[in-house]
C-alpha cells in the first residue's frame, strides 16, 4: 500500500471499482481514488448508465454518493434506472443543478457584467455548496457542455474546471466528469487536466445493429490495457469485454492425440488430432465440413469431456434434424450439458462479445474441445473491420493454450478447380484438412486430404468419402488417380479404389 501527502491528510490509493468488471479489468482494478475522470462521447453512447453503475457500486459499499445534473431532471435519472432495474438508494443523492435564468430585463443589463458571468459563478457556488453538504466519496457532473456553454471561452472554462478539481480535492472525492463531445473536436482542455479519460464510440454499420467501443485515452501514473474493447448496453447495465491478449493467459497440459472415432480419417491425421492445437477444414458448400467437425465433438463427449459449438450459419433446429439423419442425435447430448451449442447472431454480435462468449466457455466450464462453423459468419460479425485475421489468431492462441483443440470450418467459393476463401488463415491453424468434389464414372464425388499438420506426420493421399445414412464413410488412397483436387482427375491405375453406392 502506497501514501501520497497532500495537504494535511494522507489518501490511500487504492481503487474505487465501477460495477462492471470488464472495464475495472481495462484499468487494472479501477479508478484511483481522490482524482477528477473524464467519461466522453456522443450523446446515447452509454455515459450516464456507466456513471450509474459506478455510483450504485459505491453506495453498496456505504459510500455517500452524489449526482450533479445540469442536463437531466432528478425523475428523468431515475426513470432511467429503472429502465435497467435498479433502485437509486438512499446513498445516492441527485442534485438537479438550476442556474437563475438570462436577465432578459433591458434595466437589469449591466455594461461591464454579462449575464453568462452571473450563471457561471452561481453554478460553480451551488456545486461548492451541495459538496460541502454531503462530503461524498463518488461524484458525477453531468455533463460538462453546459459548463462550457457558460463559460463562453476555453480560457474562462479551464478555469472553472480547475476551481472544481481543487475544490474536489478537499474532500478526497473521486469524480466522473460527464462530457457529449459537443465542442469543438480539437478542444483537449479536460484531457490535460483530468487523471484519466475514457472514450466511448459508437458506430452504425450499413446493416445491424449499432457497435459500442471504449478506449483509455489516458490514465496518469498507472497501468492499464489499451487499445479498443467492445461493450454493450443491455438491461441489466453495460457489459465491457477487454480485448484478448493471448500471451497473459497460460496452463500447463498434457498434448495427446485425440481420436475422431472413425479409423479412416485418424490414418489420414496420422493417429488423430492433438489437444491445443486448432484444425480448419476447408471446401466448398455441401462437402461436409460440419458433419467432421461434429465427429471430432461427439467423439471427445464419448470420452467424457464437454463440447462447446458456435452456430453462425445454420439455424440449430435445422442442424439438429440433419445430423439425425446422420446418425448422430445431438439433443440428448445438449439435455446433458456435454454439448454446449450456441446460435451466433453475426448482425447482433460484436467480436469482442463472440471472443468473451468462448473465453466465458473454456474458462468457466471447462470446455476442452471448441467448434466455430463457420469463419465466414464469423467474418460477417466484424462487417467493416480490417482486423479479423488478428481476432482469429488472439483467439487460437489462447484456446491452444489453454489445451483446448478447436474446429473451424471455411466455406470456400467454387465447385472444382480453383478455390477461394473469404480469408485466408491456413497459416494460423495446426492442422488444415481439405475436402474437394470431383468428377468421376459420371458421378460427382468428394475427396479429403491433409495438407498441413504441425504437429506429427500425415498421410500424403487423397481418399474418397461418402456422406451417408451412417455418417461419414471414408476409402482407401486413391492411388490410381491424378488430377482429384483439379475436379477431373485421370484414372491411370488398374484397381478400383472408389466407394460403392450405400446399399451395393
Given at each position: ?473 471414408i476409402g482407401e488412397p486413391l492411388n490410381d488417380f491424378q488430377g482429384v483436387l483439379r475436379g477431373v482427375p485421370t484414372y491411370v491405375g488398374e484397381s478400383n479404389p472408389l466407394l460403392a453406392e450405400e446399399g451395393l
Amino acid at each position: 500500500m502506497f501514501w501520497i501527502t497532500r495537504g494535511q491528510s494522507n489518501l490511500s490509493t487504492s481503487k474505487a471499482d465501477t460495477g462492471i468488471a470488464g472495464l475495472d479489468d481495462i484499468l487494472c482494478g479501477g479508478l484511483t481514488r481522490s482524482h477528477i475522470y473524464l467519461l466522453e462521447g456522443q450523446p446515447g453512447a452509454g455515459k450516464t448508465t456507466i456513471a450509474l453503475q459506478y455510483l450504485m457500486t459505491g453506495a453498496a459499499a456505504g459510500e455517500g454518493c452524489l449526482y450533479i445534473t445540469l442536463s437531466e431532471t432528478e425523475a428523468e435519472l431515475r426513470d432511467g434506472a429503472r429502465s435497467h432495474g435498479w433502485e437509486l438508494g438512499e446513498n445516492i443523492q441527485i442534485y438537479e443543478l438550476t442556474p437563475p435564468e438570462m436577465i432578459l430585463d433591458a434595466q437589469q443589463e449591466q455594461s461591464l457584467l454579462y449575464p453568462s458571468d452571473l450563471e457561471l459563478g452561481e453554478a460553480t457556488r451551488q456545486i461548492f455548496d451541495i459538496v460541502a453538504k454531503t462530503k461524498p466519496r463518488r461524484v458525477v457532473l453531468d455533463s460538462l457542455s453546459e459548463v462550457r456553454l457558460l463559460a463562453q471561452s476555453s480560457l474562462r472554462y479551464r478555469r472553472q474546471i480547475l476551481a472544481i478539481k481543487h475544490y474536489f480535492a478537499r474532500f478526497e472525492a473521486t469524480v466522473l466528469l460527464l462530457d457529449d463531445m459537443t465542442s469543438e473536436p480539437l478542444d483537449k482542455t479536460l484531457h490535460s487536466i483530468a487523471h484519466g479519460v475514457v472514450r466511448l464510440e459508437e458506430r452504425t454499420p450499413n446493416y445491424g445493429a449499432e457497435r459500442r467501443r471504449l478506449r483509455v485515452v489516458k490514465y496518469r501514473g498507472q497501468k492499464y490495457r489499451g487499445g479498443y474493447h467492445d461493450f454493450t448496453i443491455h438491461q441489466t447495465g453495460v457489459q465491457v469485454f477487454p480485448r484478448l491478449v493471448a500471451a497473459e493467459h497460460r496452463s500447463r497440459y498434457l498434448r495427446a492425440p485425440m481420436s475422431s472415432d472413425i479409423a479412416e480419417l485418424d490414418a489420414l491425421l496420422g493417429g488423430g488430432i492433438e489437444n491445443g492445437s486448432s484444425t480448419l477444414i476447408l471446401g466448398p458448400a455441401g462437402t461436409g465440413k460440419s458433419l467432421i467437425a461434429m465427429n471430432f465433438a461427439v467423439a471427445a463427449i464419448a470420452r467424457g469431456e464437454r463440447v462447446a459449438m458456435f452456430i453462425f450459419d445454420e439455424e440449430l433446429g435445422l442442424l439438429f434434424e440433419r445430423m439425425r439423419l446422420l446418425g448422430i442425435d445431438l439433443e440428448p447430448l445438449q439435455a446433458s450439458g456435454a454439448l454446449v451449442i450456441e446460435q451466433v447472431d453475426a448482425v447482433e454480435l460484436s467480436p469482442g462479445e463472440f471472443a468473451h462468449r468462448v473465453r466465458q466457455q473454456v474458462d468457466d466450464n471447462g470446455i476442452k474441445t471448441v467448434v466455430i462453423d463457420s469463419i465466414n459468419g464469423y467474418q460477417a460479425a466484424m462487417h467493416d473491420e480490417n482486423s479479423l485475421v488478428l481476432h482469429i489468431h488472439e483467439l487460437l492462441l489462447y484456446l491452444n493454450r489453454q489445451g483446448a483443440a478447436t474446429f473451424m470450418t471455411v466455406a470456400q467459393q467454387g465447385v472444382v478447380g480453383d478455390m477461394q476463401a473469404p480469408v485466408d488463415i491456413t497459416y494460423l491453424a495446426d492442422t488444415v484438412i481439405l475436402l474437394r468434389y470431383f468428377e468421376a464414372l459420371g458421378q460427382v464425388r468428394r475427396s479429403i486430404s491433409v495438407i498441413k499438420k504441425r504437429f506429427g506426420g500425415h498421410e500424403k493421399t487423397i481418399r474418397e468419402y461418402r456422406i451417408g445414412n451412417h455418417g461419414l464413410t471414408i476409402g482407401e488412397p486413391l492411388n490410381d488417380f491424378q488430377g482429384v483436387l483439379r475436379g477431373v482427375p485421370t484414372y491411370v491405375g488398374e484397381s478400383n479404389p472408389l466407394l460403392a453406392e450405400e446399399g451395393l
